[in-house]
């Protein structure tokens, strides 16, 4: 069975100190790992999606990488809007999404 | 593009009563997914469909569940005699069978007393 595994469960960070998200997973066949944001009260938000190993993607300040038994989600000079929880999924040879259970980020100013 | 959009985003009820909620996709996308999120836990997947036909349902959906997608468009998921356990974020994504990536709704917020 899929395992998303999200570390750490919480990070708190001063404005413009950067970090990284990691997001583990063990499937048998990797279509896709998927970065989604979600606020509080509100449904996730696509963010990014990574096929293979090696390959990489940036969106202002979130830069996503992939390897072939993780993710990670780098943080560069985070702002307090960046406060969000950071859900990871994988999508195996059928269609549904599984996620990991979040990373919850706040940033303070 | 108007998103996908989800009817009602809150719903309480008592105990056994019955409850339905309705998706409406981002047009033209034929997959819609449903899933369920509870507090400090990622979206679990319940059932999708490919325009009509209802093609996967995770063994967790009990039978007091259920969900159609008559025309292909919007979707509905009933839940029968509901339970405490069934208080959740219920959450509606869809997507095109050629990129599936799944744009998610704002959920509907069920709490059952």
């Known amino acids: 069975e899929d395992q998303v595994t999200q570390s750490p469960e919480a990070l708190r960070l001063q404005e413009g100190e950067s970090s990284s998200l990691n997001c583990s997973y063990t499937v048998s066949g990797l279509r896709g790992l998927f970065w989604y944001r979600q606020d509080p009260g509100k449904g996730p938000e696509f963010l990014f999606t990574?096929?293979?190993a090696g390959e990489e993607k940036e969106k202002e300040r979130l830069k996503a990488t992939l390897t072939k038994k993780e993710s990670f989600l780098h943080i560069t000079a985070p702002k307090p809007e960046d406060s969000a929880t950071y859900l990871c999924?994988?999508?195996?040879?059928?269609?549904?999404?599984?996620f990991g259970a979040g990373t919850i980020l706040r940033v303070k100013s | 593009d108007t998103g996908v959009s989800q009817n009602p985003r809150h719903k309480i009820t008592k105990r056994g009563q019955n409850v339905t909620f309705r998706c409406d996709p981002i047009s033209e996308h034929n997959r819609l997914y449903w899933y369920r999120q509870t507090l400090g836990q990622g979206p679990e997947f319940l059932t999708y469909f490919q325009n009509e036909a209802q093609l996967e349902k995770s063994r967790l959906l009990s039978d007091r569940f259920s969900a159609e997608r008559p025309k292909g468009s919007f979707s509905t998921l009933e839940i029968q005699r509901t339970e405490q356990g069934d208080s959740a974020m219920y959450l509606c994504a869809s997507s095109l069978i050629a990129t599936d990536t799944q744009y998610f709704g704002p959920g509907t917020r069920l709490t059952v007393l």
């Open positions: 999924a994988v999508q195996e040879y059928g269609n549904k999404l599984v």
């Open positions: 990574l096929y293979s």
